[in-house]
């Protein structure tokens, strides 16, 4: 190959840029330790996390449901009107607890998104009822409280960024 090691470096690099950010194969999986809490019950989320070595987690519990804490670094994540953004460096598994209601039912919706990959998406809905009661009351997205926010990853980002930021000024 002729040219300089420059040459072939840049070359390398819009090659790795080109190439499609799904051959990296990023996947997020949820597990739950139960679907069928009691009421008021403190149960716990696990999120598997395989290809993403900086991105975030965004999930969004059923109304009622709320976030009690996590294993994941304070200064990573942000939990505010039944959703949770989880910043991603180099983690394998986060796990979360979160209380049941007294009663209603409904799905923990969840989106990922890869930030050095440039790729993105949503992970399966888990579906969670108390005591196994399926309530249609509790699952009307209209009941969650509405205000104009920035979209999630918007803020993942700042918290990603503040992150880096934070390390970079401890060396």
Same mark, same amino acid.
């Given at each position: 190959?002729?040219?300089?090691?420059?040459?072939?470096?840049?070359?390398?690099?819009?090659?790795?840029?080109?190439?499609?950010?799904?051959?990296?194969?990023?996947?997020?999986?949820?597990?739950?330790?139960?679907?069928?809490?009691?009421?008021?019950?403190?149960?716990?989320?696990?999120?598997?996390?395989?290809?993403?070595?900086?991105?975030?987690?965004?999930?969004?519990?059923?109304?009622?449901?709320?976030?009690?804490?996590? &294993?994941?670094?304070?200064?990573?994540?942000?939990?505010?009107?039944?959703?949770?953004?989880?910043?991603?460096? &180099?983690?394998?598994?986060?796990?979360?607890?979160?209380?049941?209601?007294?009663?209603?039912?409904?799905?923990?919706?969840?989106?990922?998104?890869?930030?050095?990959?440039?790729?993105?998406?949503?992970?399966?809905?888990?579906?969670?009822?108390?005591?196994?009661?399926?309530?249609?009351?509790? &699952?009307?997205?209209?009941?969650?409280?509405?205000?104009?926010?920035?979209?999630?990853?918007?803020?993942?980002?700042?918290?990603?960024?503040?992150?880096?930021?934070?390390?970079?000024?401890?060396?």
């Amino acid at each position: 190959m002729r040219g300089s090691p420059a040459d072939r470096l840049i070359c390398l690099i819009l090659l790795l840029m080109l190439v499609p950010a799904a051959a990296w194969g990023a996947t997020v999986t949820r597990t739950l330790s139960t679907a069928e809490p009691g009421a008021g019950e403190v149960f716990e989320v696990s999120l598997s996390i395989e290809g993403i070595t900086l991105g975030g987690v965004v999930e969004t519990l059923p109304v009622g449901y709320s976030f009690v804490g996590t &294993n994941h670094a304070d200064d990573r994540i942000l939990a505010r009107d039944g959703q949770v953004a989880f910043a991603l460096i &180099n983690e394998t598994l986060i796990t979360y607890q979160v209380r049941a209601p007294s009663s209603g039912s409904g799905d923990i919706t969840g989106i990922w998104e890869d930030f050095l990959g440039e790729s993105n998406g949503t992970i399966p809905a888990s579906h969670l009822a108390v005591d196994g009661i399926e309530t249609e009351v509790e &699952n009307t997205p209209k009941e969650r409280p509405t205000q104009e926010a920035a979209p999630p990853f918007a803020l993942l980002t700042a918290i990603v960024a503040l992150v880096i930021a934070r390390r970079g000024g401890q060396r």
